[in-house]
């Protein structure tokens, strides 16, 4: 997935993302929360794991998300 590096950022705060769907807000703000605690490099690939499982699970819902987050 090309949107890796987008998801990288939002977990490590670089970038700030609002979207219309409550469940990603969530997931991002709990990623952030959980990779704040640990800042390893395995846990940032644990927060990208779950990133990426829950767009490939809910794909046909983000589209837009996924346009607008490829813009960050």
């Known amino acids: 997935m090309d949107l890796d590096l987008t998801f990288e950022k939002l977990i490590k705060?670089?970038?700030k993302y609002e979207s219309t769907v409550l469940g990603l807000?969530?997931?991002i703000s709990r990623l952030q929360k959980k990779?704040?605690?640990n800042?390893?490099?395995e846990e940032l690939q644990i927060c990208l794991?779950?990133?990426k499982?829950?767009?490939e699970k809910f794909g046909s819902i983000l589209e837009k998300d996924m346009e607008a987050l490829?813009?960050?």
């Open 13 to 15: 705060k670089q970038a």
């Open 25 to 27: 807000n969530l997931l």
């Open 35 to 37: 990779y704040s605690i």
């Open 39 to 41: 800042q390893s490099p």
């Open 49 to 51: 794991q779950e990133m």
């Open 53 to 55: 499982a829950f767009f």
């Open 70 to 72: 490829k813009k960050l």
